[in-house]
């Protein structure tokens, strides 16, 4: 007889299971009507506590005892619950001592650099635009490069330098609101992260600008150039003024000149810097009265501007004239006990004393390095000469001579002084 396995119940009769499926199915629409805020319960993960009702207590009286009657007291309050008032709790009263306010910075107090914070610029930041001298190239041409750009005006702008550690500098911006910084500390190799952000003085607008500069082996720092005007007591009365100051060594300056201040500027002169870092350039065609602004750009080999200085403003008065700058020439001689230096004469010289020409019969100011040092005058024929006491050293000094009026106004400036033998620099 062959084996027969037994016979399997197949998974649901629906005769048999009809009470499991609808067992599951009021389950079902219980759970969702829970869910879904159907039913008066709470929320899954929320629980309602329910008020329990506390009943006052009522004195109970055994049947098996005779009743007690106390003696009431003199003065003594009824004890029923309704005469019984809840105790009184004294909270402390909390007390609160008032920071001392530090008083605030007045505007026009500086703002102190922080070496780490960097704050954050705000919404009513004026409008800031950024540019770098030089940034039309793959890579900077020197280490300590030129920002500048345009702000809300007389305002103060905030420079990050994003590197270790990080470096906070400001800029002014003057009244067209145009800024501009030169970076003292030369950037490393590689690329630098430079933030430039508004100060906190309230502007129209707001802006964060970034840039990332790239400084490649090899690229040199170039100070930039400055202008060094003298301590005048007023404007010059000539129109075709003598321009001077310095810049780095080896390269050339160029000189831009705009007609009234805000005005973009025009090229006026190229000219290089002498051994000693210094320059000079006489304006040749007379210039219109008014106010004038004058830039000094440093320049490679081929005229790309590398650094600049910042702004110098000079006036040309309505009543001014075509004077020529007075002539200056240097008496020089070797500086004693210096005469020899292996077997030949010492380059090294002082300045003994002036001669030169002027107008007849003017004044005229000795300045060296800026500072005046004395005073002479010029003859009818315009012969001048002066002499130092105690001698000048040759050492890359400055020296100009300042023409003057009778009423002590000055008339004209000098350029660089000259040797006697060659027309050339002082020594």
Do not use: C
Not at 282 to 305: H, S
Not at 320 to 337: C, D, E, K, S, T
Request: proline share 20%; glycine share 8%; charged share 15%.
């Amino acid at each position: 007889m062959a084996y027969l396995p037994p016979s399997r119940r197949p998974y649901m009769i629906w005769p048999h299971d009809a009470w499991r499926i609808a067992v599951a199915g009021a389950l079902f629409l219980f759970l969702l009507a829970w869910w879904q805020g159907w039913l008066p319960l709470p929320p899954p993960g929320e629980t309602t506590p329910s008020p329990v009702a506390v009943a006052p207590p009522t004195p109970s009286v055994s049947p098996s005892l005779p009743p007690v009657t106390a003696t009431p007291q003199p003065f003594a309050r009824p004890t029923t619950p309704a005469a019984v008032e809840a105790p009184t709790v004294e909270r402390p009263t909390p007390t609160w001592t008032p920071r001392p306010v530090e008083p605030s910075p007045s505007p026009s107090a500086p703002v102190p650099p922080t070496p780490t914070a960097i704050p954050k610029p705000g919404p009513d930041s004026p409008e800031l635009t950024l540019s770098v001298l030089g940034d039309d190239r793959p890579w900077l041409p020197v280490r300590n490069p030129l920002l500048y750009g345009r702000t809300a005006p007389r305002t103060q702008v905030v420079v990050a330098v994003r590197k270790e550690p990080v470096s906070i500098h400001t800029a002014q911006a003057d009244e067209f609101g145009r800024w501009q910084l030169a970076l003292p500390d030369p950037l490393p190799d590689g690329m630098t992260w430079i933030q430039v952000y508004p100060g906190e003085e309230p502007g129209t607008g707001s802006g964060l600008q970034e840039r990332i500069l790239l400084v490649i082996p090899g690229t040199p720092q170039v100070d930039p150039p400055a202008i060094t005007p003298l301590p005048l007591p007023g404007p010059l009365q000539t129109n075709i003024p003598v321009l001077s100051g310095v810049g780095p060594q080896g390269l050339d300056v160029l000189l831009e000149l705009s007609p009234a201040p805000g005005e973009a500027p025009r090229p006026l002169a190229t000219i290089p810097v002498d051994p000693r870092g210094r320059w000079a350039y006489a304006v040749e065609e007379p210039l219109a009265p008014g106010t004038y602004e004058l830039w000094a750009v440093a320049v490679d080999e081929a005229g790309r501007p590398l650094t600049r200085s910042a702004p110098w403003r000079f006036t040309v008065p309505p009543d001014a004239q075509p004077i020529g700058p007075p002539q200056a020439i240097l008496q020089v001689q070797p500086i004693p006990g210096r005469a020899e230096t292996s077997g030949a004469p010492s380059p090294v010289q002082e300045i003994v004393g002036l001669t030169g020409t002027a107008s007849p019969d003017t004044g005229l100011l000795i300045y060296v390095d800026g500072q005046p040092v004395g005073d002479t005058r010029a003859t009818r024929e315009g012969d001048w000469s002066f002499v130092f006491s105690p001698p000048v050293p040759g050492d890359g000094r400055e020296i100009r001579v300042v023409e003057v009026d009778p009423s002590g106004r000055p008339r004209a400036i000098s350029g660089p002084p000259r040797l006697p033998n060659a027309g050339g620099e002082p020594p």
